[in-house]
Every structure is written in C-alpha cells, then in structure tokens.
C-alpha cells in the first residue's frame, strides 16, 4: 500500500515551453502533497506543500508563478515548470500525506522522481 | 534555527563490516525522524521511522536506528552491509504542525568487495 506514483519520469523539453508533472496517490486519499526539488548530489528541498481544494504554500524563494501547483482532487497534484529554462533542469519529486494517517504521524510516501532537463 | 546535520558527505565500507551513519537535528521539541534510502535516479524508500516509544526501531533491510534525545542524535546502523546497500541515504525529519519535513544533506555510501 501507500504507492506514489510521477508521471513523466523524464522529460526533455525546449527553453520557454511549459512542463506538466503528474502525482498521483494509487491505493490512499492524500490531504497534502509536497513537492520536492533535488539537484545532482544534492539534498531534497521543498518547493511547496499543496492541499486538496486549496491554494499552494510556497517555500520563501520559489515563484508560484514559475512553479504551479494544483491538487484537483485527494489522488492528483500537478506541478506545471512554465517558460522552463536551463536552469530549472532537476529532479523533481513529489510526496503526499495520507488522509488516514494521525495528523502528527508527518509521514510522506514518496514518487519515483521526474527528471527535468531543459536544453 | 532548525536542521538537521548529516555530518559525514561519503563513506565507504567494506562488504561485511559495520555501518553507522550520523544524524544530528536541531529542533526545539522531539521531532518525527526519518531514514530514507535512494538509488541513483530513483525516489525515496523508508526505512524506518521513530515518533515515540522504544528508542531502538528496527526498520527494513536489516537497519536499525537509535534515538538518543540527550545527544539530539538519530543514527543508522546495520551490522553487516551488503553491496546492494550502495546508494544515498537521507535523515529527515518532521515538524509537525504544516507537516513540514526537512532533509539532511545526505551521506553516499559506497561498499567494496
């Protein structure tokens, strides 16, 4: 159970154009998705926490603008790179929290990753 | 401010021999703390978590991890390692509240024949 799944899980796109990334809950209901951003030999950093219904919380310094974010329905988030540049190639990974778990549990399950890479 | 410290960036050990990995945070409460294991090009995978009760947890794979609140330390441990146990492995923990989790930097275990 508890299955998180990315899709694409890579992508090459051009400069300038958008770049959808799916994350979806499989077997649970999440209340709260997050989205992760990890460069080469790098930590993960969070770029924003997204609940159902509801507009996202960015992390102080990601543009929400850039970086758009919605969580349509308690399976599906979408992160959408808008006017992507070279520089915003990198991994991006989401997690979510289940409906079912006890509001402090804080545990995520965690997708596969979707590799972004912008010539 | 809060963290969390992953002090050593590379370990390599021998296939076999004894592993630990360090995990320091800082945080005014007792956090929820995690371990995570990653492949290269791959998500995250749980190994174990505590959030209360017995400081010793056992986790999958073989890991275990220990909670030590006087020394804000949560350490992983296994005592025989395997060459499939090369990868990234990532402290984190949880905040609770926003469910905010934060990451450590990671420390990359390589393990020689």
């Known amino acids: 159970g508890a299955v998180v799944s990315q899709h694409p899980s890579r992508v090459i796109c051009k400069s300038g154009t958008s770049v959808k990334i799916e994350c979806r809950s499989l077997d649970f209901q999440a209340t709260t998705m997050f989205w992760y951003r990890q460069f080469p030999k790098q930590s993960l950093m969070l770029m924003a926490t997204?609940?159902?219904?509801?507009?996202?919380?960015?992390e102080q310094g990601v543009e929400k603008d850039k970086f758009l974010i919605n969580h349509a329905s308690l399976t599906l988030s979408t992160l959408t790179v808008t006017s992507a540049h070279p520089e915003d190639s990198s991994f991006y990974i989401c997690?979510?929290?289940?409906?079912?778990?006890?509001?402090?549990?804080?545990?995520?399950?965690f997708g596969p990753g979707t590799r972004l890479t912008v010539l | 401010a809060q963290s969390v410290t992953q002090p050593d960036i590379h370990i390599t050990v021998s296939e076999g021999a004894s592993l630990e990995l360090r995990c320091n945070y800082s945080y005014g409460a007792t956090p929820y703390l995690f371990w995570y294991v990653q492949s290269p090009g791959q998500g995250l995978q749980l190994l174990l978590k505590y959030f209360s009760g017995d400081t010793l947890v056992q986790g999958i794979k073989g890991f275990e991890a220990e909670f030590k609140r006087s020394q804000s330390s949560f350490n992983l441990r296994k005592p025989s390692v395997h060459w499939s146990d090369a990868a990234e492995y990532f402290c984190a923990v949880g905040l609770g509240g926003n469910n905010d989790m934060r990451f450590g930097a990671g420390t990359r275990l390589t393990v020689k024949p």
């Open positions: 997204s609940n159902e219904g509801s507009k996202a919380t960015y």
């Open positions: 997690s979510a929290r289940a409906l079912s778990q006890p509001t402090r549990s804080n545990e995520q399950f």
